[in-house]
């Protein structure tokens, strides 16, 4: 009995380290600062703010293996979100709504393996944006211009602040350079986008992953697909994944089949895609902890957080 209650003291006393270190009023300041930048770049683009939901039927099967967070209610599976990938599409059926951004908290409850890359959180917040009838070019410079109005509002308000984290201010980014995945892949290895962020000094787009049903392939090039990664330089990694989305039925039947994806759980989608209702979209979504993370300079990510969020660990709150 008394070592499990030394134990709870020291669980105690490593929270009570963690919620008062010196940099975290700072780091949560700059992670304020984006997301408030973030709402006014929305706004003044006309998009049009949608609240997030946690809990749905459906949510991102992600291309690689997670925990599943689910439970009943209503008759009903439900699963946390990963992400909000299939409602942003579904929410733009409206007629009158051409263009959509949330504040998305997103559960991806990641195997312990990815504790210690850096970048990895089981709970993080996305800032999810998707257009109507656009396609992987416009939403590319959208993010290019979002990420200067942001790094540009930061060096202006606050400017010290950036000086104490970074030892300078941010950045204003001129084109970004893109590469092929698998030119990068063949010329760097399989470790290839970590590699090319290291030799970076700017943020760079990846193209053309083989990823889940929903991203676009080009049918007259099968096994290109319209998709795209942002890439933060130095060592940083993926900041943003995005794509021009499947929309139609047949197209999304076969990716489902290539990607091994349960028809069942998606059936009620797939009975909106084969009616046609589904809009020809395209977006993305970036980590709000992995931009603060590449402003501040912070090696962990989850020093980026209030509450430890390391994939396969614990935490008592």
């Known amino acids: 009995m008394q070592s499990e209650v030394l134990e709870g003291v020291s669980a105690v006393d490593r929270m009570l380290d963690r919620l008062s270190r010196p940099l975290l009023p700072g780091v949560l300041r700059i992670q304020q600062g984006i997301v408030r930048a973030t709402h006014e770049f929305m706004f003044k683009k006309g998009l049009t703010q949608v609240m997030p939901l946690m809990l749905s039927p459906i949510t991102d099967p992600l291309n690689h293996g997670v925990v599943d967070a689910s439970i009943a209610y209503a008759d009903t599976r439900w699963s946390l979100t990963k992400s909000m990938?299939?409602?942003?599409?579904?929410?733009?059926?409206?007629?009158?709504?051409?263009?959509?951004?949330?504040?998305?908290?997103?559960?991806?409850?990641?195997?312990?393996d990815r504790a210690e890359t850096g970048r990895h959180?089981?709970?993080?917040?996305?800032?999810?944006?998707?257009?109507?009838?656009?396609?992987?070019?416009?939403v590319m410079e959208f993010m290019e211009d979002l990420v200067n109005f942001?790094?540009?509002?930061?060096n202006a308000e606050l400017p010290e602040l950036l000086l104490e984290l970074r030892g300078e201010l941010l950045p204003l980014y001129e084109k970004w350079p893109v590469y092929r995945?698998?030119?990068?892949?063949?010329?760097?290895?399989?470790?290839?986008e970590m590699l090319q962020s290291k030799l970076s000094d700017t943020p760079f787009w990846l193209l053309n992953h083989k990823r889940e049903f929903y991203?676009?392939?080009?049918?007259?090039?099968?096994?290109?697909?319209?998709?795209?990664?942002?890439?933060?330089?130095?060592?940083?990694?993926?900041?943003?994944?995005?794509a021009e989305r499947e929309n139609e039925y047949k197209q999304i039947l076969k990716r489902?089949?290539?990607?091994?994806?349960?028809?069942?759980?998606?059936?009620?989608?797939?009975?909106?895609?084969?009616?046609?209702?589904?809009?020809?979209?395209?977006?993305?979504?970036?980590?709000?902890?992995?931009?603060?993370?590449?402003?501040?300079?912070?090696n962990d990510i989850d020093d980026v957080t209030v509450f430890p969020r390391k994939p396969g660990h614990a935490s008592i709150f």
């Open 85 to 112: 990938i299939f409602h942003k599409q579904l929410a733009l059926m409206h007629p009158e709504l051409e263009s959509i951004y949330i504040m998305s908290p997103n559960v991806r409850l990641e195997f312990a």
């Open 121 to 138: 959180l089981f709970e993080f917040t996305q800032i999810d944006f998707e257009f109507k009838n656009k396609d992987r070019f416009f």
């Open 150 to 154: 942001v790094f540009a509002r930061l």
């Open 181 to 192: 995945t698998e030119k990068l892949e063949a010329a760097l290895g399989p470790d290839y």
């Open 215 to 242: 991203d676009k392939e080009d049918q007259l090039k099968p096994g290109t697909y319209f998709n795209y990664d942002l890439v933060w330089p130095l060592g940083f990694g993926e900041g943003l994944s995005g």
């Open 256 to 298: 489902m089949t290539e990607t091994g994806t349960n028809k069942e759980i998606f059936k009620d989608y797939l009975e909106v895609a084969k009616q046609g209702k589904l809009p020809r979209t395209a977006g993305a979504g970036f980590g709000v902890e992995r931009m603060t993370r590449f402003i501040c300079k912070i």
